[in-house]
């Protein structure tokens, strides 16, 4: 157990609706990063969150948003969802270390039908 | 900015064969590199880091990475390999850029060990 949990660990949805993906960070993590793993295109970053200030953005379309709460969980929002969207979310969390490594939570599988 | 390459995409190895799995990298500074090991339909699990110190370096499941600086390479190896070791393999760099670590991470390389 990684100490990074998110829900829902699978999601079935109709293409041009929206889906909230949810992270809890291991506790005292202030970081929390969250990739999109797809087959053609590896394990693509998207978005990290620094003590609930955005830090990094990567290839993240403008439909996809994301925030850091106070209690330093984690969402992910995807809108207007399209087949291409299908893919497993993931949410890591890591310390302040210079060194420190990141700890993946199980993923969300997103189905877009 | 930073960056990880696997140069292959799949590695076959037989069981109880040596197995190393490739991984380069370039940074603007201090290279901090991560293996994780990734199962089908399970995240990614840490395997083990180079932060500075000896050039190689053990870590989980008899595994370990051998840190070159002048050829800024971190290729993982394991002396012998057991069909339980098939999966997804990744390399990571983390590095500070524009106020805050990032970690990025190499394409994979997918490691099949034949009984």
């Known amino acids: 157990d990684s100490g990074v949990t998110q829900t829902p660990k699978h999601l079935i949805t109709a293409t041009g609706q929206r889906v909230t993906l949810r992270c809890s960070p291991r506790s005292g993590d202030l970081s929390v990063y969250w990739y999109q793993q797809s087959l053609d295109q590896g394990l693509q970053f998207l978005i990290q969150y620094y003590n609930g200030e955005e830090r990094a953005k990567g290839n993240i379309l403008e439909r996809f948003s994301a925030q850091q709460f106070p209690d330093l969980h984690s969402e992910l929002n995807l809108s207007s969802l399209e087949l291409g969207d299908s893919a497993l979310y993931f949410c890591?969390?890591?310390?302040?270390?210079?060194?420190?490594?990141?700890?993946f939570g199980q993923g969300t599988r997103l189905t877009v039908v | 900015a930073q960056s990880v390459a696997q140069p292959e995409d799949q590695v076959n190895v037989a069981e109880g064969n040596p197995l190393t799995v490739k991984c380069t990298y370039s940074v603007s500074g201090n290279p901090y590199l991560f293996w994780y090991v990734q199962y089908p339909n399970r995240g990614l699990q840490f395997l083990l880091k180079y932060i500075t110190g000896d050039n190689l370096v053990k870590g989980s499941y008899g595994f370990e990475a051998e840190f070159n600086k002048s050829q800024t390479s971190f290729h993982l190896k394991k002396p012998s390999a057991l069909v339980s070791d098939s999966a997804l393999y990744f390399c990571a760099v983390r590095d500070f850029v524009a106020g805050s670590y990032q970690l990025t991470f190499g394409k994979g390389t997918k490691l099949s060990v034949i009984p």
């Open positions: 890591a969390s890591s310390g302040d270390g210079e060194g420190a490594e990141a700890f």
